[in-house]
């Protein structure tokens, strides 16, 4: 009979699900011939209407009210009967009382009870624990929870019907079974369970009292979770039914297998083959998912015809690529690309909540203000017979720009030359005339606004522009005159030369790129050098040493601020774009970015040195005072990686106060394209750092002009303040972090060529072992040592030091690999005989 029904029904449901009219009544009430002429009414109910009816966005919003009731409701149950629990005498005399004798005035006047949540409480847990069922009360609170959490949340805990089966269950048996076994104990089972169990032990007395209660209780495990009771027999008598009764179900299931709907029909009809029946339709769709995972054609129709929303969330919440055996192979596994960021894996990037929200998003100019300057541009212009066509407004958050398209016939320079008398009849400071705006053919009047808005750094970081940006190595500067997010690539500028008077914002400014860097980068990709010789700019990012800094192998400090160990790390970073320019020469690539795609898709062998490139910012807060002490030792080295280092990673951000021609030479403005101008005070200044004048001219407090070579856009600079930068560097000092900086090439100044006689006695213990190894592998690196023997650098480079001494490997030759003077072990022995190391 189930055969015959199942095709009709799977018929009628897709014929449903059509619109169409359906072919049931034909064959299944041959008896009833009226009913055919009532079910031709359903072409009505095919239309979109009534399934509209059925299906209102209303339902939805009534649910999340309920499910949030029943979890409040869940909570205060769960208050009521933990603190009955605890001051039960108390309250069990409070309510006896009121139930007693129940009068408003009564309850009114009556001492409040010690219950949590007062009197309404006192009196719900007396009804529920001492009245009722006892602590098996508990389970209520467990339903309305979990209800709550399915009707709000759409979490399911626990399936929704199998939460009330059992419940029930508990309400109702374990009452019982706790007065029979804790006798006296009122609290534990309550009236219910003294009541029913003194009626019992009349009919069955005790023994069959607790017999019924284990044949019940032994039933409901049966019958709820399918306990074979296998050790009372062998399994293969078992099996045998089993395997029986799965190919009645899977013949059984082929017809409605297409429409879950269907199989929810099937089970609410008291289908044996499918002992998960569950009324509700999305609890529904849990089952099926447990049961039709044993035949594959049915679980592939479930996304068709179901309610989503438990289907999509269930397969997030069931990742298979969790484990952290997974991610192991995912780094190491040579057929999948090497991830840099797994070095730290548990690294969390820094939130926005970190920094200070100061309000700029919106910007505010009154518009008589904006009035009023355009009459005044007007009219001084007018006084001196320049008229225009028309005039419009960009509004920014410092400055507002006036674009001007005057007449024909008159003269750019004309305007130009107007700019004090625009100045004067504004009575404003930093007034600035492009003439003309390159790309558009009109003439731009900047005009400081009365009231400028501070850009907070948070808004910026927080912009969908940088969120989503796919530059290397994004900086967000701040904002332009029409108030759009600026973003630049440091990687293509690719060196930043700033300059500004003091007070100007050129230390935020460095702050605000530091800070871009570090929301946007990994620990693993990015490093900076921080040069920093007036020691209080840049002293709080010393708390990201083992994560983002880098130093010489044998500095205690990673803000470097004494001249000498700047002349020492600018020359160590020399060696390390040598070396790395080596390492781009063997893998015959060109830039860094082709070099660490060739390594991360492990077409490079780590055994020939090389590794995944992070990136180097060297940012120097005061050069000035650096080319003040130093001189030619300072600009040689930084001149050359000016020229060079682009290509391998390694970018320069340098910020000075004083734009002077003496500092900021020739070679190295050549070799800057990108310069960032805030306020100076002459415009000689502006020309040394800008090619161009209007420096001098800007607002101050962050205003400021950057050119990338032909253009020259003026923006306001966003403002991160000393605090935002301390829990910044908190935030990220706080997480697990490498060993130790990111050690740069060791570099000494006065190391002489040849040979430096080491006294044999303070040789290393490993000393014979690395000169083995040495000549074994025919490469005498410093790198070598480290890495086979488990070394430091610096431990590494004594050792290699005493064996350039012994005369085992060569003198030092820049970023290329000392010559090893032994071919063979054999030889290696005999000298190391003779050096009494054997």
Same mark, same amino acid.
């Given at each position: ?24 009544? *034909? ?11 009532? =079910? ?21 919003? #009534? ?15 769960? %208050? ?12 069990? *005399?409070?309510?006896? =009382? ?27 847990? #007396? ?74 032990? *009349? ?17 409901? %495990? ?150 009023? !300057? ?9 006084? #001196? ?31 130009? !030359? ?38 907070? @750094? ?118 390390? @774009? ?23 898709? $492990? ?11 992070? #990136? ?53 403005? &050549? ?23 209007? &420096?001098?001219?800007?607002?101050? $407090? ?9 253009? %020259? ?41 040849? !040979? ?16 083995? %190894? ?26 290699? *030091? ?37």
């Amino acid at each position: 009979m189930v055969k015959k029904i199942n095709p009709l029904r799977a018929n009628t449901f897709r014929q449903e699900s059509k619109g169409e009219e359906p072919e049931i009544p *034909d064959l299944r009430k041959p008896e009833k011939p009226e009913k055919p002429a009532k =079910k031709r009414k359903p072409e009505k109910p095919a239309k979109p209407k009534k399934e509209k009816k059925v299906r209102k966005p209303l339902d939805e919003r #009534y649910l999340r009210v309920i499910g949030l009731f029943f979890l409040l409701f869940s909570l205060y149950l769960l %208050l009521a009967f933990v603190s009955y629990t605890l001051t039960w005498k108390a309250d069990f *005399d409070f309510s006896n =009382k009121v139930f007693s004798n129940f009068t408003l005035n009564h309850f009114l006047e009556s001492k409040t009870p010690e219950n949590w949540v007062g009197k309404i409480g006192a009196l719900t847990a #007396y009804l529920f624990i001492s009245e009722w069922f006892g602590v098996a009360s508990f389970l209520f609170v467990a339903i309305f929870f979990i209800t709550g959490m399915k009707f709000l949340l759409r979490i399911t805990l626990f399936p929704l019907v199998r939460t009330l089966k059992y419940s029930f269950f508990g309400i109702v048996w374990t009452p019982v079974a706790l007065s029979v076994i804790f006798p006296g104990e009122d609290v534990l089972y309550g009236v219910y369970g003294f009541e029913l169990n003194k009626i019992l032990q *009349d009919f069955l007395g005790y023994s069959g009292l607790i017999i019924i209660l284990g044949f019940i209780f032994l039933s409901f %495990l049966i019958i709820s979770f399918n306990i074979p009771f296998r050790w009372m027999k062998k399994k293969e008598i078992i099996e045998i039914p089993v395997s029986e009764v799965q190919p009645e179900k899977i013949e059984e299931n082929r017809v409605p297998e297409p429409d879950l709907e269907f199989v929810q029909e099937e089970k609410s009809d008291g289908n044996r083959f499918m002992p998960k029946a569950d009324p509700d339709p999305e609890e529904a769709v849990t089952t099926e998912l447990e049961v039709e995972q044993e035949t594959k054609p049915a679980a592939e129709k479930l996304p068709e015809s179901s309610s989503i929303e438990l289907q999509i969330e269930k397969p997030v919440e069931e990742p298979v690529a969790d484990t952290g055996d997974a991610g192991e192979k995912v780094h190491f596994g040579l057929d999948t690309k090497y991830d840099p960021t797994l070095d730290l894996p548990n690294y969390k990037f820094p939130d926005t909540d970190l920094l200070k929200d100061y309000g700029g998003d919106e910007i505010n100019v009154n518009k008589e203000e904006l009035e009023a !300057n355009k009459n005044r541009i007007v009219q001084t212009l007018n006084n #001196y017979s320049i008229k225009i066509d028309k005039i419009k407004a960009t509004i920014g958050p410092a400055v507002t720009l006036y674009e001007i398209v005057p007449e024909a016939g008159v003269r750019i320079s004309k305007i130009k !030359n107007l700019e004090d008398d625009i100045a004067l009849s504004l009575s404003a400071l930093g007034i600035r005339i492009i003439a003309p705006i390159p790309g558009k053919g009109t003439i731009g009047i900047e005009v400081p606004n009365k009231n400028p808005e501070i850009v907070s @750094m948070k808004s910026l970081l927080a912009s969908e522009r940088f969120q989503k940006t796919t530059f290397e190595l994004p900086l967000v500067l701040g904002k332009t005159i029409s108030n759009e997010t600026f973003i630049v690539d440091l990687a293509k500028m690719p060196h930043i030369l700033m300059a500004g008077a003091t007070g100007q914002g050129k230390s935020v400014g460095l702050n605000t790129i530091i800070t871009s860097l570090l929301y946007k980068k990994h620990p693993s990709q990015i490093k900076f050098v921080m040069v920093d010789p007036k020691k209080v700019e840049l002293s709080l990012f010393s708390k990201i040493e083992r994560h983002f800094l880098a130093k010489l192998p044998d500095s205690e400090e990673a803000i470097i601020t004494d001249t000498k160990k700047v002349i020492r790390t600018l020359n160590s970073l020399n060696i390390e @774009m040598d070396s790395r320019y080596d390492l781009l020469q063997n893998a015959q690539v060109r830039n860094i970015k082709e070099y660490n795609e060739k390594f991360i898709a $492990r077409k490079l062998n780590p055994e020939h040195d090389h590794h995944f490139l992070p #990136y180097l910012i060297l940012v120097v807060d005061e050069f000035a005072d650096l080319i003040m002490t130093a001189g030619r030792e300072i600009e040689t080295p930084l001149t050359r990686l000016a020229q060079l280092a682009r290509a391998v990673g390694i970018h320069l951000v340098i910020a000075t106060q004083r734009p002077s021609v003496n500092i900021i030479t020739g070679t190295i403005k &050549a070799n800057f394209p990108a310069r960032i101008a805030f306020r100076v005070i002459s415009k000689i200044d502006s020309r040394t750092i800008l090619d161009t004048g209007g &420096a001098d001219q800007l607002v101050g $407090r962050g205003d400021m002009l950057l050119s990338t070579g032909s253009d %020259l856009i003026r923006l306001q600079c966003a403002f991160v303040d000393t605090p935002e930068i301390e829990k910044l560097t908190d935030f990220i000092g706080s997480q697990r972090g490498f060993s130790d900086a990111f050690h740069l090439p060791e570099f000494n100044e006065d190391e002489p060529e040849g !040979n430096r006689e080491i006294d044999p006695d303070s040789r290393d213990a490993l000393f014979a072992e690395a000169a083995r %190894l040495i000549v074994q592998n025919q490469q005498g690196s410093t790198s070598l040592i480290q890495r086979k023997l488990k070394l430091g650098y610096n431990r590494a480079g004594r050792i290699i *030091d005493q064996l350039e001494s012994a005369g085992i490997v060569g003198p030092f030759e820049g970023s290329k690999a000392r010559d090893v003077r032994f071919k063979d072990l054999t030889q290696l022995e005999i000298h190391l005989r003779d050096l009494g190391e054997i």
